[in-house]
């Protein structure tokens, strides 16, 4: 018990106490008016957060469970669609899309770097045949941000869904679907909702429903026809994760009373940390280009094994980081910096990640990496370091 424990993993994140205490309350009824209120109060207040004024379903299930629901709400068996392959959220996609009996394409991308909305466009142009896209705004297997809004851009045009999986983007970076013109947008607790996981999310747009409508149920228990219908009336269509919902909405208090756009900052602010710190230790960057605000992934000085390292930063002080996965395994570290994560966490994180790699036998560079990183996080939070964002709503 020397030291705290510090979630730096991208999913589940570390809890504040305001959400705890609410989660720690005694059972209401999911039928009952106060149940209903909660719902009614989680809705106005996820409209806000996903950028819609369609209704932002939740369903009880992970985050993987709502991509399920979305394949098989939205699409028919033999229907097609392109799937950008990147790393292996993308390929999930295509898993769930194999079971539902679709036919897929791929748009494979080397992990690490993000599709471009030309190549979108394309392979929709070279088949006319393809009914949705389907890919993540935030690939959290490499770190990469993929570039929605200009990919929206390219299927809005035409008679193609844009079907986004914002697990590891929605309250993170910017992502507003009506704008952008995404036509489904999911996400769940555990990442940057600071709740959790157990709770998924999951919106359409106008003519997502459309299609939705035309679809048969391929199941029981998913049926987005009628969940909206009893979202409408504060319910949901079997017992409620009433606790989550609870939690749900305090933690969309919190950001709310911030502001959206003081969080996306503190997000900006936390990935140019993490990443100035991590540059000055000599590390490599997985993503270099373009990157998600709600994680870092680093490679590793050749030779020093990334388990190793991972494991001695949670056994000696406290701190969890997410290893690489697949072929990047040995080699990649992945520093989570969403939800309920601070400065103080990342200052901890990189001088954890710093001994571990010395602790395995590799060498890191300067000595002042922790100021070098903790002055980008307060020019950030400024907007005086790199490319300021452009935030989308506040
Ligand atoms: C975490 C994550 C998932 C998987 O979510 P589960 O809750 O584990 O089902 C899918 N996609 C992305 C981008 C994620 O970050």
């Known amino acids: 018990m020397l030291n705290k424990t510090r979630l730096l993993t991208p999913g589940p994140t570390p809890l504040p106490e305001r ?29 806000i957060l996903f950028g819609t004024t369609e209704p932002v379903l939740p369903l009880t299930c992970s985050g993987t469970g709502a991509m399920t629901a979305a394949l098989h709400g939205l699409l ?117 909702l600071m709740l959790p996981p157990g709770l998924a999310l999951l919106a359409l747009s106008p003519r997502a429903w ?57 997000q900006w602010a936390l990935t140019m940390m993490a990443r100035t710190g991590a540059l000055a230790l000599g590390l490599g960057m997985l993503a270099p280009q373009s990157y998600t605000w709600g994680l870092t992934s680093v490679v590793l000085p050749a030779g020093v094994p990334a388990p190793e390292v991972v494991s001695h930063a949670a056994k000696a002080y406290g701190v969890y980081l997410a290893g690489g996965q697949d072929q990047l395994k040995p080699s990649v570290v992945r520093i989570g910096h969403m939800g309920w994560v601070d400065w103080s966490d990342i200052l901890a994180g990189l001088a954890a990640l710093k001994a571990s790699i010395e602790h395995a036998g590799g060498y890191c560079g300067s000595r002042d990496y922790l100021e070098c990183a903790f002055a980008a996080y307060q020019a950030a939070l400024q907007g005086k370091v790199g490319e300021v964002p452009a935030f989308i709503h506040s």
């Open 210 to 266: 459309r299609k939705a409508e035309q679809i048969a149920p391929s199941c029981f228990y998913f049926n987005l026809c009628k969940e909206r219908a009893n979202v409408e009336k504060g319910q949901t269509l079997f017992t409620s994760p009433v606790s989550l919902i609870l939690g749900l909405v305090e933690s969309l208090d919190m950001l709310l009373e911030q502001g959206l756009e003081s969080i996306y900052r503190k």
């Open 76 to 192: 028919a068996p033999h229907e097609k669609i392109l799937v950008v392959e990147g790393g292996k959220f993308g390929q999930r996609w295509s898993q769930i899309a194999a079971v539902r009996g679709l036919v897929v394409s791929t748009l494979v991308v080397p992990w690490g770097t993000a599709v471009t909305a030309q190549a979108v466009a394309a392979a929709l142009d070279a088949d006319p045949e393809i009914k949705a896209v389907c890919m993540q705004v935030s690939e959290t297997s490499t770190g990469v941000l993929h570039p929605v809004q200009a990919v929206a851009a390219v299927t809005r045009q035409r008679d193609v869904l844009l079907i986004a999986d914002g697990i590891s983007a929605v309250g993170i970076s910017p992502c507003p679907m009506d704008d952008w013109g995404i036509d489904c947008l999911l996400t769940g607790s555990q990442k940057g």
């Open 19 to 47: 959400v705890r205490l609410v989660l720690a309350q005694d059972m209401i009824h999911h039928r009952k008016d106060a149940f209903k209120s909660a719902m009614f109060a989680a809705q106005e207040r996820l409209k």
